[in-house]
């Protein structure tokens, strides 16, 4: 019996080719099904999404998921026909979340960012980030703000809902991770098809030279 290897047949080559396509239809799918949902998502962080307060006052702001939320100091707002032009720093504030569900309060980060604003392209809403919440339990909450004690100041308007920075770095994030690792898939499954062709290939090769030696080999025997 002879113990001589097999050569790889064609048929791997063929493998070797249809891997690359299957990962590329791999690749597409991953990506389509991370893609976020756009306009929708668009318009789920815009600016329609706030929940505006006339300050001093509250209101009861629906939270629908857990996350970052943001509160904004609307400098430029218009409330039921009501225009408000305020000076374009935010006023000192005595602001509180509580949830009506548990009747705790829920921390409020102030972290004024100048550069961290919003506008209509009409600009009769212009707003700034004043405050930052991270929600753990969605629901609604009580917001309430008021004036300190020693200081007065006409009415404004404050806009609570999703921090719109935050939710657009997500948003930007979902698609770029997703063609990264879809397009490291492919390439990974790509290189794998290209080493199995080469080892392949390198085998028949060898396949081939034995056999030229052995048929060599016998043609050099003379006959009896």
């Known amino acids: 019996m002879s113990d001589r290897k097999q050569k790889p047949t064609r048929w791997f080559y063929l493998a070797a080719i249809l891997m690359p396509f299957f990962a590329c239809v791999g690749t597409g799918v991953f990506?389509?099904?991370?893609?976020?949902?756009?306009?929708?998502?668009?318009?789920?962080?815009?600016?329609?999404?706030?929940?505006?307060?006339?300050?001093?006052?509250?209101?009861?702001?629906?939270?629908?998921?857990?996350?970052?939320?943001?509160?904004?100091?609307?400098?430029?707002?218009?409330?039921?026909?009501?225009?408000?032009?305020?000076?374009?720093?935010?006023?000192?504030?005595?602001c509180q979340l509580k949830s009506k569900a548990t009747g705790k309060d829920v921390e409020m980060t102030r972290n004024y960012i100048e550069g961290n604003i919003y506008s209509t392209q009409n600009e009769d809403r212009a707003g700034v980030h004043i405050m930052s919440i991270t929600i753990d339990k969605p629901g609604v909450h009580l917001f309430s703000c008021q004036f300190p004690k020693d200081s007065t100041s006409p009415k404004l308007v404050l806009a609570v809902g999703p921090n719109i920075i935050w939710e657009f770095f997500n948003l930007a994030l979902k698609p770029i991770s997703a063609v990264?690792?879809?397009?490291?898939?492919?390439?990974?499954?790509s290189g794998i098809s290209v080493l199995l062709a080469g080892i392949v290939a390198f085998k028949r090769r060898q396949r081939n030279a034995e056999d030229d030696t052995a048929s060599h080999t016998t043609g050099d025997v003379p006959k009896p």
Do not use: H, W
């Not at 430029?76 to 504030?93: C, D, H, T």
């Not at 990264?180 to 499954?189: D, I, P, Q, S, Y």
């Open 31 to 94: 990506v389509q099904q991370r893609m976020p949902n756009l306009p929708g998502a668009l318009d789920a962080v815009g600016i329609d999404n706030l929940t505006q307060v006339v300050v001093p006052g509250s209101e009861e702001i629906s939270f629908p998921k857990a996350g970052a939320y943001a509160v904004y100091y609307e400098y430029r707002s218009a409330i039921n026909g009501v225009k408000y032009v305020r000076n374009e720093f935010p006023p000192r504030l005595n």
């Open 180 to 189: 990264f690792f879809g397009g490291l898939m492919f390439f990974c499954v």
